[in-house]
């Protein structure tokens, strides 16, 4: 008997979480405001939102497992969606081991902000990267915008962890966002007047998909053959 440990990543079993609210990063409503209003939801894109803005309340366990629990009742109805993840994803994978694991290497927790606004600039135009792509303000003038997003995988163990990835991407996007701003207006976003700000938010989705990471035993029975 062989016993083979393999990590099998599945990223083509998720849905694209698009978190493009102008005030998406300060919510107005409490945890327990907004928990109280979706508690009894089946749809589990509520529970992720829920996760994605309030990543320190109590219900972040709870909503976690209803999360999955919906997800996996839609797609054994209709089927899991497809993804090109081979030129837009950026993989960020927590499990119980200290590191994270981003494009599959393992990394710091604390290095994950700098990590993930690096792919999304890809300043270097960068193959391995997720690509650009091309917008235009209402003045036709030609802007390029990451049109990369992550995908966030979790073993179910380390909740803890899933809590902070999911504070580190929202910081990469805040830093994006600047980034953007001081290239295109050389303003801090923040300090940009309405219509500018506006432009920067609706071209840039905060796209984040989550889903299982499988790490399987696979037992080889080997018969022996008495001749």
Known sequence: MKNIKIGILLFCIMLVICCNQNDREKPSLTDV?????LKVSTN???YFHFMYNYPESKFFDTALVRYFKYQEKLYDSIGPPMRDGFTKCISVIVT???????????ILMEDLNKRSLTYLINEN??????????????NGLERYV??????????????DKLRQSISEIKLAYKNYKNHLSMKWFRVEFEKLEFQKKELINKNVLQQVELGKYYDLIIVDNETDKNN
Not at 96 to 106: A, I, M, T, W
Not at 125 to 138: A, I, S, T
Request: no cysteine.
């Open 146 to 159: 990451s049109d990369g997003f992550f995908s966030l995988q979790t073993d179910l163990k380390s909740n």
């Open 33 to 37: 405001e907004v928990w109280n209003s």
């Open 44 to 46: 589990h894109f509520d």
């Open 125 to 138: 135009n960068d193959e391995m990267m997720p690509d650009q792509k091309l917008v235009k303000d209402k």
């Open 96 to 106: 119980k081991n200290d590191s994270v694991l981003f494009e599959h290497y393992p």
